[in-house]
Structure formats: C-alpha cells, structure tokens
C-alpha cells in the first residue's frame, strides 16, 4: 500500500475524531474524539516513519501515546470532578464561562 | 587689603543675601523674633557701612570707562550668552546709599512698630526685609537688562509679600495680588522689549549698547516698538497711569512697608531704570514724548484724587503716585539727572511722611485725617518733623523737593513741552494743597479726643527726627552750594507762589474755615465727583477683568465641558457598546470555540492553498 493510503486512513480517522468532538454532547464522548485525532496523527507520523526509514517517527509516536495516556487521564479526572459537582456532563449544561 | 568698589559692591550686595538666608534658613532663629530683627539691621547697618565706602572709595573714573564689572553666566558658543555683575557709577552708588540708609532707618523703627506682633511673624517680616534689600541693592547695581530684570522681579515679589504681610487680612492679601498682577502686565512688556533687544543686538549688557548708542551705531530695526515695551515695565512697576491703580491699594501692608517700598524705593525702580538706560531712549524721541506726557497727566490725576482721600496713607500714597509723575516727566524731557535727584530727595521726605504717618496712626488710631486734631501741640518734636517733610514735598525753599522740583520744571520746559510744564505747574499747587490738608486737619485745629496717650517709642521718634535733620540738611546743601544755570530766572518764583497759593488755600479751608470744602467741592463738581471714585478706573480694570478673563473661562469652559469632554464620551460609549455586542461571541461552550479552530485552519489550509 502506498503512503497516500495511510494518509487517507489517518485523515479519515481525524474527520470522524473531530465530527465526533464536535458533535458530541458527553463530555466522555468529546474526549473519545480527541483521541482519535491523536491517533490519526500517531498514524501519519508512523507511515511516514516507515517510507523514509527515519526512526525519529516511531519515538515520536511513542512519546504522543504516553503524552496521550497522561491527558486522557487529567481529562477523565475532570469530568468526574465536573459530574459531582454539576450532577452532569452534558457539554451544553456546562458553560460558565459564557461572556 | 584695602577693596575696591566693585568689591564693596558685592559685600553690600553679599550682606542683606546672607541675613535673608539665616532668617529663612534657619527656623529658630526666625521664629525668636527679636533676635532675626536683630540680625537683620546689624546686616543692613554693615550694608550702609559699606555702601557708603564704596562712594568714599569710587575715584572720579575716566570719562568714558566702562563702570561694570562682569563676570560670564550662560556659557555659550563664541562667549557668555549673558553676564552677571555690578555697575559701579555715581548714579548707582547715590542709589545704594539711599536704598540701605532707607532700608536701615525702617528696620529700626520697625522694630518698635511691630512691637506688639508674635515672634515668628516678626522673624518672617525681617527676612522679607532683608530679601528686598538685597533684590533693589542688586537691580540699583545690574550692568545688564537681564540681570537688572531678575532683581526686578524679586522686588515684586518682595513687594507682594510685604504687602500681605497681615495675609489673614483679606483686603490685604486682595491688595497683594493686586500690587502682584497689575506690576506683571507692565512686566510682561518688560521681558518682550528686553528679549527683542537682545534678538536684535546679541546683548543684554548696558555698557555695548550705551557705547553703540552714543557713537551712533545702534541700528535696529522696531527700536520704537522695543523701547515702548521697555518702558511698559518702568510704568507698571513705578505707578504710571493707567497701571496706578494697585499703590493705593498697597497701603494695607504695615505703615513701615509703604515707606520703604511704595514711597522711597520700589516704586523708584521704574525711574531709576529709565534714567539708567536713558542713553537708548535718547534714539527714540516720540517714546520720550509720552514717557513726558504720560508722567505729568499721572501727576495730575494722582494730585486731584489726593485732595478727595480721607485716609492718609492713601493721600501719601497718591502724593506718591504724583511725584513719580515729576520723574517720569524729567526722564521723559532728556533730564534724566533731574529725575535722579528728585527721587533722591523724594526717597528721604516721603520715608519721613510715611514714617510720621505712623505715629500719627499709632496716636489716634485711625487712618481718617477728619477724626485727627492737634497732634502739634501734643506732639511737637513729631509734627515739626513731619512739616518739614511737608514743606519738602509741597517744594518750599529751601527744602530739597524745591530744588528738585524745579530741576524737573526746567528740563520739563527746556524740552518745550509746554502742555506736560502746565500740568506739572498745577500738580504743584495741588500738591502743597492736598498736603497741608492733612498737616491742618491733623496736626492743628481741634483735638478730638482728650485721652492720654504714651508718647511714641524712642525707636520710631529718633528714626523721624534723624530724617527731618537729613532733609534739612540736603535742602541747605542744595541751597548754599547752588548754581542757577538751569531753568529761567522767573521759575523758581513761579513754583514758589503756586506751592504757597495752595498752602494759603488750604489753610483758608481748613485751618481758618474762610472757605467752606464743601462750597469748593459743588464748584468743582465734575472733578470731585470723578476723582472721589477714582476716576472709574478701578473699575475699568475690574470690569475689563469680568468681560475678557471671565468671558474667556466662560467659553473655554464651554468647550472643554461640551466639545473635548464630549468627543471623549462618545468614544468611551462607543467602546462599551461594541464590548457588549462582542461578548455574544464567548458563548462558553468549548465546541463551539473548537468550531472556530476548525474553521480557522480550514480558511488557512484554503489560504496557503490559493497563495
């Protein structure tokens, strides 16, 4: 398969992450978007990684799971914080910082 | 070491600077009162000394040798900019011996005057003394026009705060403000001509300019125009009509202030500048015309309002007024001498009226000459020192103001100016009229009142006699040593029977009571009515004030509060309002700013694309 199929995948995949960002009302659904943004980047960088036989892709991709890993767990942390104080997790319901 | 001139110069003009820095240096010294007095006239005392040795010491210079000693202030490219230092002359040297023998006489008699002020006060009154001292010794002896203007300043300033001395009086400290604002409009005339001259010329140094002037070589273009601005300084600072208006005023400082300053030595600045630069005004005839003519109407309408006042600071301060009008127009008839020496000997006798004014005050305590009577009988040693003076004043021979007097009618009439010698004629006879007004309402007639009162203290007493022998003595001085020269033969007489027309009519009118004051008064009537409310020009000046000053801040309010203040209103209103239109876009949902990164990396992806 050449590069341009991995590039498609990887841009599908980021689509439907941000569809999926933007269109989900829970917050947990939010965040499963932006990990499939994440990965799709992790996707690119890998086949890319593997056409131009450079090693720095693959360390990269392992430094953005870790860095992934980390962030969905502050972000999971938030939203049950968020749920017990608000009793919801209904992206609509939570806008304090409306100006 | 012996020191020459230009040396004791600096020491007179070193000693009243260094009182003035103690008194208002160091606070408890100035608060003690008697001591800062103290102080004060032994400084003014070691003035006098060295003013009078620096005469003694002056060799009758060279004619034609510069008298100045400069010393280079504002450095500048290709020389000083301007100098600083001392002009040694005998007119300049004359002046200083009167400015601290005058300065001196007050102080002492001050210090029994204002006997009853708080210590602290009495401290502040000595270091105003000494500051203006020091700034009319400094003007009396400036070599240049910028410096002669920064002393001329601070004996405005000096002015201002003697005047106001008693600040807590508000006609006082109305009348300080006054003296203060209407000197500075002739000031601000002053400062341009100076300005002007040295644009024109590169110099503020007397001595170039008086050479180039005299050798013809002065060309400068508006000469007219600089000299008339000049010599606007001379009429606000030396009462000339129509900047008058605020010495009368100036009376509500203590009795000692209106000696020395609005009688003997302030007020002289202005003639005494005139006669100093007098070899410029000499390139400028029609500036010369009206410097004659404007003094001599101010010595008129200044004698007419003297013989309505009732006070008699007030008619002394008129009386003042009148005889700046006599310098003025000997300066302005190319006699600047003639001008000097009248203010020499009015310098003596008017600190000498002031001066018995005082205790005449301090005796019946009242300014008003009507509730005053026969003070000679009571006091006669006070009143034989204040006819004296009178008698100066009215020019009777053989007093000093006869001599005087009559040098300003012969250079008056020597430059043909008849109209300024006639109104100068009658000044004479109202002059002596107006003056034995006050001597027979005062002095003789009845008492008033019968109570005791104490003699005057022995400061004040011994001050009013040593100015009564020194009149005296100048008078007989001039009166033996004398040449006639000048003047025709029959003018003398003539000044000597108006003056005693005018004592016999108001000896007629209020020592007799042959002619009734009032009859004379409806007789007059347009004249007294005029000169009762001053000829309306206090109120000129007030009005003039409300029209242009408040009508301006009128308009000028108006703007700021409608035209300034409302561009700034709208614009902040503009501001809030598009803040809160813009708010609307903070929704505070995190997709819908996720929506705007979106559609902003998509209009940047376009963006690279098409570029």
Sequence with gaps: MPLTGYLVLAALVFVIGLFGVLTRRNAVGILLGIELMLNAVNINLVAFSRFRADVAGLIFTLFTIAITVAEIAVGLAIVIVIFRVRRTIEADHLDLLRG | ?611
């Design chain 2, 1 to 611: 070491m012996r020191l020459g001139s230009p040396e004791l110069a600096l020491l007179v003009l070193a000693l009243p600077f260094a009182s003035f820095l103690a008194l208002a240096l160091i606070r408890p010294l100035r608060r003690s009162g008697r001591p800062a007095a103290a102080v004060s006239i032994l400084a003014m005392a070691a003035a006098l000394g060295a003013a009078a040795a620096m005469t003694w010491e002056a060799s009758p210079a060279a004619r034609g040798l510069n008298p100045a000693r400069l010393w280079s202030w504002l450095p500048a490219d290709g020389g000083p900019m301007a100098s600083v230092g001392v002009w040694v002359d005998g007119m300049a040297m004359q002046m200083c011996v009167l400015v601290a023998l005058i300065s001196l006489l007050v102080q002492i008699y001050s210090w029994s005057y204002l006997a009853d002020e708080p210590p602290p006060s009495l401290g502040r009154y000595y270091a105003y003394h000494s500051l203006f001292a020091f700034s009319m010794l400094g003007l009396v002896l400036s070599p240049g026009f910028l410096q002669m203007f920064v002393f001329w300043e601070l004996v405005g300033l000096c002015s201002y705060l003697l005047i106001g001395y008693w600040y807590d009086r508000p006609s006082a400290a109305r009348a300080a403000v006054k003296a203060f604002w209407i000197t500075k409009l002739g000031d601000l005339g002053f400062v341009a001509g100076i300005v002007m001259l040295w644009a024109a010329t590169g110099t503020f140094d007397f001595w170039p300019l008086f050479q180039a002037a005299q050798a013809g070589a002065l060309h400068v273009d508006g000469l007219t125009t600089i000299m008339f601005l000049i010599y606007l300084g001379a009429v606000g600072k030396s009462a000339q009509f129509p900047l008058h208006v605020w010495l009368p005023d100036a009376m509500e400082g203590p009795t000692p202030v209106s000696a020395l300053i609005h009688a003997a030595t302030m007020v002289t600045a202005g003639v005494y500048m005139v006669a100093r630069v007098h070899p410029l005004f000499e390139l400028v005839p029609p500036v010369l015309t009206l410097i004659a003519w404007v003094g001599a109407f101010t010595a008129l309408l200044a004698a007419t309002m003297a013989c309505v006042e009732r006070d008699i600071k007030r008619v002394l301060a008129y009386s003042t007024v009148s005889q700046l009008g006599y310098m003025m127009a000997a300066n302005g008839a190319g006699a600047p001498e003639a001008a000097f020496q009248h203010l020499t000997t009015h310098g003596v006798f008017k600190a000498l009226l002031f001066l018995g004014a005082g205790i005449v005050i301090h005796h019946f305590h009242t300014n008003d000459v009507f509730r005053m009577g026969g003070l000679f009988v009571q006091r006669p040693w006070v009143g034989g020192a204040f006819l004296v003076a009178t008698l100066a004043l009215a020019g009777v021979w053989p007093l000093p103001g006869f001599f005087s007097k009559e040098a300003v009618l012969a250079g008056v009439l020597d430059a043909r100016l008849s109209v300024p010698f006639l109104m100068l004629i009658a000044t004479s006879f109202l002059t002596a009229f107006y003056m034995f007004r006050v001597v027979f309402l005062a002095f003789f007639g009845q008492a008033r009142d019968h109570h005791e009162h104490p003699a005057p203290p022995v400061a004040m007493d011994a001050v009013c006699r040593g100015l009564a022998l020194l009149t005296l003595a100048l008078g007989l001085r001039a009166a033996l040593g004398r040449h006639h020269a000048e003047g025709p033969a029959w003018l003398p007489w003539v000044s000597l029977a108006w003056a005693l027309a005018g004592i016999t009519l108001a000896w007629a009118t209020y020592q007799a009571h042959a002619v009734d004051p009032a009859r004379l008064a409806t007789a007059l009537a347009p004249i007294d009515f005029l000169a009762r409310r001053r000829y309306f020009l206090d109120a000129l000046f007030a009005g003039t004030y409300r029209v242009l000053l408040l009508g301006l801040s009128r308009v000028v309010g108006w703007v700021d509060r409608y035209l300034v203040d409302g561009v700034l209103n709208a614009l902040s209103a503009g501001a809030l309002r598009a803040g809160d239109t813009a708010r609307r876009l903070q929704t505070g949902h995190p997709q819908d700013y996720v929506y705007g990164v979106a559609l902003g990396v998509l209009l940047l992806l376009v963006w690279a694309q098409l570029g």
